[in-house]
């Protein structure tokens, strides 16, 4: 499974990840305290995406802000949306929720937050925001939602019936997506919780698996 080898990939990822896990650590500390939908809550996901490589997907810069296209003003009625599908659904722990019962929901916060827009430079439409959504829901709830990119398809695609493709492009979609989560899951009840927790026990344990599973991942891409 992904986590066959967590101590040594997690250990690898933190060697060459110093930079990601400063920011992401940043981002829980200010998660802790704030609404992850607020207007204050909003700087650091837009950092958080833009230091984790979504600088050039995102699109135009501030420019197109005041034109009612930039990125942000996307990002915070896609939030508004996103806070009402996600209303009902515990943002608690990756062990601790009953997936099958939010099934519709997370994949249409994935849906909402992963559509294209207008905002690109001179009015092309942006591409869709696949990685970038997961990027977002992660933010949102740092221990449920697994950040998914290309390597962590990579993980899902060799150790489970996932059907990503082995390019640059490897065919996001919500129920891929969610199918996932379940995955990840799973595989953290069959390491071992407790075990798997005291890996790392001040990272969240969506961001735990991550580490594992981009290593994971890395050398299949």
């Known amino acids: ?5 967590a101590d040594i990939a997690i250990a690898e990822y933190n060697r060459g990840g110093r930079r990601y896990n400063l920011v992401a650590d940043a981002i829980y500390r200010a998660r802790e305290t704030m609404d992850p939908f607020s207007v204050e809550y909003e700087p650091y996901i837009v950092k958080g995406l833009i230091e984790f490589g979504m600088g050039r997907t995102m699109g135009a810069g501030d420019e197109y802000e005041a034109k009612g296209t930039g990125f942000r003003v996307r990002l915070r009625a896609k939030m508004r949306s996103v806070r009402g599908r996600l209303k009902g659904v515990p943002l608690v722990c990756l062990r601790q929720i009953e997936l099958a019962s939010f099934d519709n929901e997370i994949k249409e916060a994935y849906d909402c937050l992963a559509a294209s827009g207008e905002g690109a430079l001179h009015g092309v439409p942006a ?6 959504a997961t990027k977002i ?3 949102i709830a740092p221990a449920l939602f697994i950040i998914l990119d290309r390597n962590v ?3 899902f695609r060799k150790h489970h019936p996932v059907k990503f493709v082995k390019n640059a ?3 996001y979609t919500a129920e891929k997506y969610f199918s996932c989560l379940h995955y990840a899951q799973a595989e953290i009840e069959a390491y071992g919780y407790e075990r ?3 890996l790392e026990p001040a990272t969240p344990l ?3 698996f991550d580490k594992a599973a981009w290593v994971a991942g ?3 891409v």
């Open 196 to 198: 798997f927790r005291r």
């Open 206 to 208: 969506a961001r735990l």
């Open 137 to 139: 829901l992660h933010w």
């Open 127 to 132: 591409k869709q925001f696949h990685v970038g």
């Open 218 to 220: 890395k050398t299949e």
């Open 169 to 171: 492009r490897p065919g």
């Open 1 to 5: 499974m992904i986590l066959d080898r």
């Open 153 to 155: 398809a990579s993980a």
